[in-house]
């Protein structure tokens, strides 16, 4: 905790009135209970003891929308010596927070000041997200918070998921809807396998009153490169079919049809103005030869020059802007890239159409009618029989390549009234495969040689992004840098590279390689390391529980062939080892031909990631590669 | 009505006058006068570039009416940008529209006015209207630039314009900076604007043009200019001080209405405020510090604290006295703090009414001024600037001096201003070995002269610190590890800083003076059960978070995890320069450090020497001299457990030895009995190398890191 200093004659304007009253501090037996539960729970600062929501709907007559009540009420207990949180709840245009509050243990309205913030997101430049927080602290083991919360929703389909697991472990969640007759909702229920969710529906006069609960529900994970939560945790998918009123029926999201209509009465607000794009559309295909080469030049043309800036505010996070917007702008999101596509491929004369999609990130498909479903925009081009799927927020992306975190989704594809709902094919883990092969001799206790690395698919994709991103005058430094592994032992030179603007075809480094400090003389033998890339050697999922999930599906190999100096023989080699799982196929393996070592490495993830279930084994195989890579390679005169 | 339509005119007038604000602002850059409308190109040997800058205009304007000031402060910049890092980094603008100036007096609202506008390859010009485009979150405004292209020029403009009240003297924020931006600039031009009542201080440095004197029609009013063309990128190496060597400039402006208000100001005023100001003399430090140093403060406690007690000589009297003021003034007063951020209890209530706590400099030396006055001690007060900031002959703005009291005993004992850790055996080592003003006092208690002194130096012997790790072989993968570090002088506090929390200190000086904890204060019985408990569990989770942050910074010297972590901090070393910091780690290191080779393993046992400093090629090229903090040594100790049946070979590699006047970088290795010893020692002599030495650091620095790479080989006899 970092002290600052001043005038004491000015503290003085600020007493604090930490008085303790009686009853705020916790009894013996909350600090017991607190005391045991951070032994279940030893991660956790807070442990919610019970949690209950109740959600009950109404009708907004006049504008012919559902509105959704959702209230929470939490008592929550610090199990650590002491904790500072911040209880924080969202909101944004189609929403309001009615009542956000906290009381003491005894029931004393805890008067913390409550801010209320622009959720500032990362990816987002400009969005209606706000937040309501409030920061409080705990100052002993056992203290606790009642916690209550209101919150109303306009529009009742913007409400879509409730889930059991929260930030902290919770001893006894409760979820519960009050259903009015005259609306008609399924309550669909994902990942309840394995988990003992009790389930009670009781039908009054004029509603069904739906509880589920479940006990000892953990924390959420806190993990880097899981899948999407609506793999991991039990959750409910609120899907407002209907409601009725004075005897006549609305119809809201009965099936993806319903879904598609409300996107395209959306399209339909549009007013695009193609004349803008007109010559650069010209431009762009007047000396192309093929077809293919018209359509990839619009394409990679609207990747290179329209940045990625979103607004997503109210309206615009559904409705695209128009693609003229987009166009003079030279920026936007993926709805105005997926648009200005459509518009500048039409404008040449091809069916291009609009298609909502789901990445990887979310579980459901379009036989959900929600808009969970869907977080994306592509534009599908249709050409002789096939779709050919463009998304415009992939730079560097190749004409017909797929990015792993659309693959196997299904898209919805605009089609007048109706839509087409159609997957992404997938590709294997070879289509990304990455290679490195290098031809290595001893001179004066260094490892001298060429070497060539290659890069196809998504793994072509990441370098050329990342590369391409790096000033100027930076790139040659980062990308020797790169090469070196940042390592003062390695020192590369002459290095040449294939195009680096040319996103299609196969990525290739050739260079040369001066690698010290891994030869080491004693006596007559020469202990040799050709473990300097030391790929997946950090790549450990300690303690882990949840799926890792890699950026794209993985195939990486490499080949080193040593030079084995004259006069001497190889009386060591490290042993092979291999290990075939579902998600990672693994081999190592060293050759003596006799004039040379050949030491290969395979790297295959064919599904892109690895499942909780896999974990231990890999943590086991993990511990096996680091004593494979420790191994030396021996050679004696 | 009346009212209403007062409220429409008088809103109407706000409009008016804010919209005549931007037009001005507007015009200011942009408008007739504007020489670099047309500017569209860049020079050849720029192309490679990720931006270049054509012009960068800087502008300060300082007016008054009366109490009422107002500072204008602007800037332009005219940018070519030539990659997609450029143009994503000019992509988006984020700005305070409206500011609450905290000036002086008077809450009033600042505005800042914002142009952009895009100049495409072609010429043809495209403004932004800033207002249209940009959105505001939270009271911010945040623009996305829109239709900006590799190959085009942003030419944009920030003009703020701040009112407030300041019924005294004011002092202004100071500038110091090179001339140089982040990428090349073609023209600079810094201008400034003012009239009577401003004080200016303004120079420039090394080689940097000087400011010229622009003749103004109104004889009340001044103008000045400062401009530059072709001005390479900022591009700074390691251990460098830019404000030493790179062209650069200084400036500070001080508002005084009157001589009253001249007389109390902070700063280095010119005589007159025609003349700028460019260079503090000596008469000048003179005039400025010796009605702000008078001996003031009661010494009562010093008194008892002396009573009864003998000394060796009269500067262990001294530096006792200052450790006890340290404490009685300072770290007496820290639970309070803490205790009231974590807003466990208002502690302030239960030390009386007028407790002393030192906040400030001057207030330490005026005490001191009185301690030593009334105990016929002679002593002087010192003034020194930081070497980063340039020698004190260039010495412009009175924030950055630092001020010191040194006592002349036999061997002088300096003083300087608390903090946990000061010592009354050193003082802040931005200020060794530098050029300093002494400012006499006679008689004890006038300051009559100033002159100037060469403080002193500290030595890499004092600057050190000497570990010894010991290592025992696990199971032939891995290692378990204890060690001993020990850090002396300046090493010494910089690691105190970083690694200790106010339980680890606060209670060792309650004890060594007989002084009462905090909650010794707080007689009632349940409150003072409640604030103990809420005390503890706020220790106990710093203590979580310190233990995870020794952990990460062991892991992060040794380039990998360790396991089983532990440590002990056997002594603060917080009083003096012969008490070391000292602390005890224990952890485990799994798979790492040890490979095998065959039926032998290969040690990497040069690896616990610790991340060494890496020179890559372009570093090695480094045309700028070489500025170190302060000459300092390490020792290292690294032991190997020889596991019985066992022995090692391959210790010539640790045997090194590089010495040369900058430093060294020396090794040796040994089997004694059953254990491998190898011994470390690597120093940096100097505070300065001129460039042309930089060969002769990089050949211990590499010595350094190549011993990192050396493994022993270990193998069964």
Redesign the interface.
């Known amino acids: 905790?970092k002290?600052?200093?001043?005038?004491?004659a000015f503290?003085?304007f600020f007493?604090?009135?930490?008085?303790?009253q009686k009853g705020l501090?916790p009894t013996a037996d909350e600090i017991s209970q607190a005391k045991k539960l951070r032994e279940s729970y030893s991660k956790d600062d807070i442990a919610i003891l019970e949690s209950s929501e109740l959600i009950t709907f109404d009708l907004n007559k006049k504008a012919a929308k559902v509105i959704v009540n959702h209230s929470i009420k939490e008592h929550l207990m610090n199990i650590?010596?002491?904790?500072d949180i911040q209880k924080y709840e969202f909101y944004d245009s189609e929403s309001s927070i009615q009542n956000f509050s906290l009381k003491y243990r005894n029931d004393k309205t805890a008067s913390f000041s409550v801010k209320d913030?622009?959720y500032?997101d990362r990816d987002l430049?400009?969005n209606d997200a706000k937040v309501k927080y409030v920061t409080i602290?705990f100052?002993?083991?056992g203290y606790n918070y009642k916690y209550e919360m209101e919150k109303k929703y306009d529009d009742v389909k913007y409400f879509t998921s409730l889930f059991f697991n929260d930030e902290y472990p919770v001893l006894s969640k409760k979820i519960t809807f009050e259903i009015p007759n005259w609306l008609d909702v399924e309550l669909k229920e994902f990942n309840f396998d394995g988990f003992k969710i009790n389930k009670t529906s009781n039908t009054e006069d004029k509603k069904t009153i739906v509880t589920y609960t479940l006990e000892n529900v953990p924390a959420a994970f806190k993990e880097n490169s899981m899948p999407g939560r609506s793999y991991l945790y039990p959750h409910i998918l609120v899907i407002a079919k209907s409601f009725t009123k004075d005897g006549a029926t609305t119809t809201l999201f009965k099936s993806n049809a319903d879904l598609y209509n409300w996107y395209k009465s959306l399209i339909a607000m549009m007013k695009d103005d193609t004349t803008v794009m007109k010559s650069k559309v010209n431009e762009l295909t007047a000396n192309a030869k093929t077809d293919e080469e018209k359509i990839k030049n619009i394409y990679y043309w609207v990747q290179d020059?329209i940045?990625y800036?979103a607004?997503e505010?109210g309206i615009a996070g559904f409705k695209p802007d128009e693609s003229n917007n987009v166009f003079?702008?030279?920026?936007g999101d993926c709805k105005g890239m997926a648009n200005l596509i459509k518009q500048m491929l039409k404008l040449a004369g091809f069916d291009a159409r609009l298609t909502w999609i789901g990445t990887k990130h979310i579980a459901y498909d379009y036989s959900t009618p929600s808009l969970a479903v869907d977080n994306h925009m592509i534009c599908t081009l249709m050409y002789k029989g096939k779709k050919i799927f463009l998304d415009g927020t992939e730079k560097y992306n190749s004409f017909g390549e797929y990015a792993e975190r659309i693959q196997n989704k299904e898209a919805m594809i605009e089609d007048g009234d109706k839509c087409i709902i159609e997957k992404i094919p997938t590709t294997t883990a070879d289509f990304n495969k990455e290679t490195f092969k290098t031809t290595l001799a001893i001179e004066n206790e260094t490892l001298i040689g060429v070497c060539n690395k290659t890069y196809q698919g998504e793994s072509r994709a990441e370098f050329l992004n990342i590369y391409?991103?790096?000033?100027?005058?930076?790139r040659k430094?980062r990308l020797d840098g790169y090469l070196s592994k940042q390592n003062?032992?390695i020192a590369v030179s002459d290095v040449k590279t294939s195009d680096l603007q040319n996103r299609d075809s196969k990525l290739t480094i050739d260079y040369n390689i001066a690698i010290?400090?891994k030869i080491?003389s004693?006596?007559d033998?020469i202990?040799v390391?050709l473990e300097f890339m030391n790929e997946y050697k950090n790549f450990e999922l300690k303690d882990r529980k949840v799926a890792y999930e890699m950026g794209y599906k993985t195939n990486y190999v490499s080949q080193i062939n040593l030079k084995i100096p004259d006069g001497y023989n190889v009386?060591?080699m490290?042993t092979n080892l291999s290990i075939k799982e579902n998600d990672f196929d693994i081999n190592l393996s060293y050759e003596n031909t006799g004039k040379e070592i050949i030491y290969k490495k395979s790297f295959m993830f064919k599904n892109g990631l690895i499942k909780a279930d896999a974990i231990e084994k890999w943590n086991e195989f993990n511990?096996k590669l680091?004593?494979n890579y420790?191994?030396?390679i021996?050679l004696s005169k | 009505m009346k009212t209403k339509l007062a409220l429409l005119f008088f809103l109407a007038i706000i409009g008016i006058c804010s919209a005549q604000d931007a037009k001005e602002a507007r015009e200011f850059f942009w408008g007739a006068k504007d020489e670099f409308k047309k500017a569209n190109t860049i020079p050849d040997k720029w192309k490679?570039?990720?931006a270049v800058i054509i012009h960068k205009r800087e502008h300060y304007n300082y007016h008054k009416f009366g109490k009422s000031v107002t500072y204008v402060s602007g800037i332009r910049k005219r940018i070519m940008l030539?990659?997609?890092?450029?143009?994503?980094e000019f992509?988006?603008f984020s700005y305070k529209n409206k500011f609450y100036s905290n000036r002086a007096y008077g809450y009033k609202k600042g505005t800042n006015y914002v142009g952009v506008k895009i100049i495409k390859p072609s010429g043809k010009e495209i403004e932004i209207d800033t207002d249209k485009e940009s959105?505001e979150?939270?009271g911010e405004k945040?623009l996305?630039v829109?239709?900006?292209?590799i190959g085009d020029i942003i030419d944009y403009y920030f003009y703020s314009v701040e009112p407030f009240k300041s019924f005294f003297d004011y002092t202004f924020e100071a500038v110091e900076t090179p001339l140089g931006d982040v990428y090349p600039t073609m023209d600079l031009k810094i201008t400034l604007d003012t009239e009577n009542d401003f004080f200016i201080n303004f120079n420039t440095y090394n080689g940097a043009p000087n400011l010229k004197e622009i003749p103004t029609k109104n004889s009340g009013e001044r103008s000045y200019e400062l401009s530059e063309k072709d001005i390479p990128k900022n591009e700074f190496p390691r251990w460098f001080y830019p404000l030493a060597e790179m062209p650069c400039y200084k400036f500070q402006v001080i508002f005084a209405r009157s001589g009253k208000f001249e007389k109390l100001a902070d700063g280095f005023l010119s005589e007159k405020e025609r003349d700028i100001k460019k260079t503090v003399s000596k008469e000048d430090i003179f005039d400025y510090y010796n009605k702000k140093f008078v001996p003031a403060g009661d010494i009562g406690d010093i008194n008892d604290f002396l009573k009864g007690k003998t000394f060796t000589s009269e500067e262990d009297k001294i530096r006792e006295v200052y450790y006890f003021t340290r404490h009685q003034f300072y770290t007496r007063?820290?639970e309070a703090?803490?205790v009231?951020?974590?807003?466990?209890?208002?502690p302030?209530?239960y030390?009386g009414n007028y407790?002393i706590?030192f906040?400030s400099e001057v207030q330490f030396v005026n005490y001191f001024m009185q301690f030593l006055r009334k105990n016929d001690i002679s002593y002087d007060v010192i003034i020194a600037t930081p070497r980063y900031d340039g020698s004190i002959d260039d010495l412009l703005i009175q924030s950055n001096v630092k001020k010191l009291i040194r006592v002349n005993t036999k061997n002088p004992v300096y003083l300087e201003y608390f903090s946990p850790y000061t010592s009354a055996d050193q003082f802040n080592y931005n200020i060794e070995n530098s050029k300093a003003y002494v400012l006499e006092v006679s008689k004890g208690k006038r300051i009559t002269d100033a002159s100037t002194v060469q403080l002193p130096s500290s030595t890499y012997q004092e600057n050190s610190v000497k570990t010894k790790t010991e290592l025992t072989l696990e199971d032939f993968?891995g290692f378990k590890a204890k060690k001993l570090s020990s850090y002396l002088g300046h090493l010494k506090d910089s690691e105190q800083s970083d690694r200790l929390?106010?339980y680890d200190y606060v209670y060792e000086d309650y004890k060594k003076y007989a002084t009462k904890p905090l909650l010794d204060y707080v007689k009632n019985k349940k409150?003072n059960e409640?604030y103990s408990?809420?005390m503890?569990?706020?220790i106990?989770?710093?203590k979580?978070t310190q233990k995870e942050s020794f952990e990460k910074s062991i892991e992060g010297e040794l380039d990998f995890l360790v396991d089983d972590y532990s440590f002990k901090i056997n002594n603060t070393g917080r009083y003096g320069k012969k008490s070391s910091f000292e602390m005890e780690e224990e952890f485990s290191i799994k798979?790492n450090l040890?490979?095998?080779?065959?039926?032998?393993y290969?040690i990497e046992l040069g690896k616990l020497l610790t991340s060494q400093i890496?020179?890559?090629q372009?570093e090695k090229d480094r045309k700028n001299n070489i500025y170190s903090v302060y000459p300092r040594s390490y020792e290292n100790e690294i032991i190997l457990n020889i596991p019985v049946g066992y022995s090692v070979?391959?210790l010539e590699k640790f045997n090194k030895k590089v010495e040369n006047e900058t430093g060294g970088f020396t090794s040796t290795a040994e089997v004694k009995g059953n254990q491998l010893i190898v011994k470390t020692y690597k120093h940096y002599k100097n505070y300065f190398e001129p460039n042309a030495n930089w060969n002769k650091m990089i050949d211990f620095l590499d010595a350094a890191?190549?011993f990192t790479?050396e493994?022993v080989?270990l193998k069964k006899n």
């Open positions: 905790m002290i600052t200093f001043f005038s004491l503290l003085l007493a604090i009135d930490g008085n303790a501090d650590n010596h002491r904790a913030e622009f500032k430049f400009y602290d100052p002993v083991q020059n940045r800036i607004f505010d003079e702008k030279r920026y391409n991103g790096f000033e100027n005058t930076k430094e003062k032992s010290q400090n080491s004693f006596d033998e202990y390391d009386t060591k490290p511990k680091k004593e420790n191994q030396q021996t | 490679n570039e990720s030539l990659d997609q890092a450029a143009v994503t992509s988006q959105k979150v939270d945040k996305a829109p239709n900006l292209e007063y820290i703090f803490v009231n951020e974590a807003k466990i209890f208002y302030f209530e030390y407790p706590f906040n993968t929390n106010f409150k409640q408990n809420e503890k569990a706020l106990n989770k710093m979580d798979d040890i490979k095998k080779a065959g039926d032998k290969l890496e020179i890559d372009k070979s391959g890191y190549q790479q493994k080989l």
